[in-house]
């Protein structure tokens, strides 16, 4: 009896240590087909490290997974952070077309730098989706010239990618002056309601058909808008307002503009949809007069602009309306100093014209953020003054020398190629400046670290 308990003991454990083996002999026949060696860390905020540490991880931390397609894209931002934040004190590298150098800029290598890591690096998916004329369509002969000579030529640029794969940022391709024009009804009480809930739809179908943007909720798409309406027409989503990158002409600060997430754009008018008879002007010595104005009184700041100066003097020319008989781009290239206030939004296509022209922009404007200031040092070729300030204006201009006139007209003349609309684009120029500005927001973020990997 005794030996019959020790033997079925004995033949249990026997079974139980050859079904083990068997087991962990499997487990480490998969462990060795693994193909790729990715050293991770086990602090998440690790997987992209910032731009001022470093970390050595230990071998210990060794596993075996493969790349996502994601962790590679952010793997190349990082190393363009890196090599940006390396340029802001290295030595000035060469471009065939153009150097950036001066007090134009707030850090000309760093800007130069993240230009060519741009050129390199980005890549833009533009939905396909919607029909003609609200998506895929603009105004290109207008002050809202911006929103259809970006979308047309983003479609037909080197930075598209039709793979959405291998896209840094989205971009949704309806134009807000569209909405306005085919769907605004005046005479109706809820006029927002129709042309918000296009931009809602749009969103609904794309994250529907996609995940890309329910995988960052919004934060790596843009959308572009010069109509003053783009800011209140991107609510009809919240994660647009408040996530996305909005590039707007109507850049207000008090209206939820964002400059570290948001893009100021120019506003630009394209009368005949070119650029032909709106750039030049003559040296400073043959330039009359002082200061030049002419608009209506729409907004806070003209008003006050009119009482103090309108027909006060004759070398400040303040005008509400121009004789039939005088040119208005005649009298900016007779003038100094061009004043740019606000109306009743904070863009106006006059300070684009007054750098055209080669007259000085003075800008008056509150709450506002000039385009690509995140790049441009504009008090390196504009004049700033706040409206409290208007009564003194003449002796604030007057009190800047012949000297230091002449290097913020010279300066505003090289600054200009950041504004000049060309077809098809030139490096440098309005649109890939636009096209810089959301590749700077873009590398602002770590989408790893915001989807908790």
């Not at 533009?126 to 895929?136: K, L, M, R, S, T």
């Not at 934060?219 to 808008?225: A, G, P």
């Not at 007054?354 to 007259?359: I, N, S």
């Not at 300066?411 to 400046?433: I, L």
Request: charged content about 20%; glycine content about 6%; proline content about 6%.
């Amino acid at each position: 009896m005794i030996l019959v308990f020790f033997f079925f003991n004995f033949w249990n454990f026997f079974v139980k240590f050859t079904l083990l083996s068997t087991i962990l002999s499997l487990f480490w026949e998969q462990v060795e087909k693994k193909e790729e060696i990715l050293v991770i860390s086990t602090n998440r905020s690790h997987i992209l490290p910032s731009f001022n540490e470093t970390h050595a991880l230990p071998m210990s931390s060794r596993i075996k997974r493969n790349f996502s397609n994601l962790e590679m894209l952010e793997a190349k931002l990082q190393q363009a952070r890196a090599a940006i934040r390396d340029a802001k004190n290295g030595n000035q590298m060469d471009d065939q077309d153009y150097i950036p150098t001066g007090p134009i800029y707030l850090n000309s290598n760093a800007f130069h730098r993240s230009y060519l890591e741009m050129e390199k690096q980005l890549k833009v998916f533009v939905y396909e989706e919607g029909e003609h004329p609200i998506f895929h369509n603009g105004p290109c002969g207008s002050i809202y010239s911006v929103e259809g000579y970006f979308i047309h030529n983003l479609e037909i640029s080197k930075f598209r990618t039709r793979d959405p794969n291998d896209a840094q940022v989205y971009f949704l391709p309806f134009s807000v002056t569209s909405i306005v024009h085919f769907i605004y009804d005046k005479n109706s009480k809820h006029h927002w309601r129709p042309m918000k809930q296009t931009v809602k739809d749009y969103v609904d179908l794309i994250a529907g058909k996609y995940h890309y943007w329910n995988r960052s909720l919004g934060v790596d798409h843009f959308m572009l808008s010069c109509h003053d309406w783009g800011p209140e027409i991107s609510k009809s989503v919240p994660e647009l307002f408040k996530n996305s990158v909005r590039a707007l002409c109507n850049a207000n600060t008090s209206e939820g503009f964002e400059p570290s997430k948001d893009v100021s754009i120019p506003e630009i008018n394209l009368p005949g949809g070119r650029m032909n008879g709106l750039i030049g002007g003559p040296s400073p010595s043959r330039r009359p007069f002082l200061v030049f104005f002419a608009g209506g009184l729409h907004g806070p700041i003209r008003p006050i602009l009119l009482e103090h100066w309108e027909n006060k003097d004759e070398d400040v020319q303040i005008h509400k309306y121009l004789p039939k008989n005088v040119s208005y781009s005649a009298m900016m290239r007779k003038s100094r100093y061009c004043i740019c206030p606000s109306g009743y939004e904070v863009a106006s296509p006059r300070v684009v014209e007054a750098l055209y022209t080669g007259c000085v922009p003075v800008l008056i404007k509150d709450h506002y953020v000039p385009p690509f200031s995140d790049v441009l040092n504009w008090k390196s070729f504009a004049v700033v003054i706040p409206k409290e300030d208007i009564p003194n204006l003449k002796k604030i201009l007057t009190a800047i020398s012949t000297r230091q006139y002449i290097r913020l007209q010279r300066r505003g003349k090289v600054v200009r190629r950041h504004f000049e609309v060309n077809f098809p684009p030139k490096r440098y120029d309005v649109f890939h400046m636009i096209l810089h500005s959301v590749w700077l927001r873009r590398l602002n973020i770590q989408l790893l670290g915001l989807l908790g990997r």
